[in-house]
């Protein structure tokens, strides 16, 4: 099967051509070489405003899911560090370890999710105080009408979406349920109205969210 067939970088890391041939790929078997590699492919879909399909739950989990599952406070250490050091520092293991924390993340499942709509009205303070880097600057994101709230299978954690109609302003991973919804009542203050989405709609509204 040709490179191109793929539609996205994680079907091609969940391939078996992929995980027998890795070197093939991406030059030599290594963890390194291949947060190296997915970085590029990250950086040419950013380039030209191309977005492939996700994984379910979304990758930028998986730092999170890698932080638990070696108790790692993931200060100063992306995904790939985390896992090596766990690996005596062996390139060839710590690629092996990757593709088994990925398989295990992939088997999250969104449990709950609740909703609530925001106004001015509700909110707190002048600006909305959720912030994201932009050139090396930490600057404002603009308010958000809605917040969204993810609770995952086998105690995964939670994660909150703040939005703006059908845009995605800013996202975080929280331990549990309870301190997501408390960071969101910091946000937003008291008295937010919680809607829960009915058990059938959580798989097609989380994807719906995941792919904004």
């Known amino acids: 099967m040709y490179l191109q067939e793929y539609k996205s970088i994680f079907e091609l890391i969940n391939s078996e051509s992929f995980r027998k041939r890795t070197a093939m790929y991406i030059g030599e078997k290594s963890i390194t070489r291949l947060k190296t590699y997915m970085d590029g492919y990250f950086a040419s879909e950013s380039i030209h405003n191309v977005t492939s399909p996700n994984t379910n739950p979304p990758f930028w989990l998986f730092f999170y899911w890698i932080c638990k599952y070696y108790n790692h406070n993931g200060s100063y250490y992306n995904w790939d560090c985390i896992i090596l050091m766990n690996c005596e520092n062996d390139e060839e293991k710590a690629l092996d370890t990757f593709f088994e924390r990925f398989d295990e993340f992939q088997k999250f499942k969104p449990f709950k999710i609740f909703q609530c709509e ?39 954690g939670s994660s909150v979406y703040h939005m703006k109609s059908d845009k995605v302003l800013d996202r975080h991973y929280y331990f549990n349920y309870e301190e997501a919804i408390e960071n969101v009542v910091k946000e937003y203050g008291e008295g937010l109205q919680w809607e829960e989405t009915p058990a059938t709609d959580v798989e097609n509204v989380h994807k719906r969210i995941i792919d904004l």
């Open 118 to 156: 925001v106004n001015g009205n509700e909110i707190t303070t002048t600006d909305v105080k959720i912030t994201k880097v932009v050139d090396g600057k930490e600057m404002p994101v603009e308010p958000a009408n809605k917040a969204v709230v993810v609770e995952y299978d086998k105690d995964f």
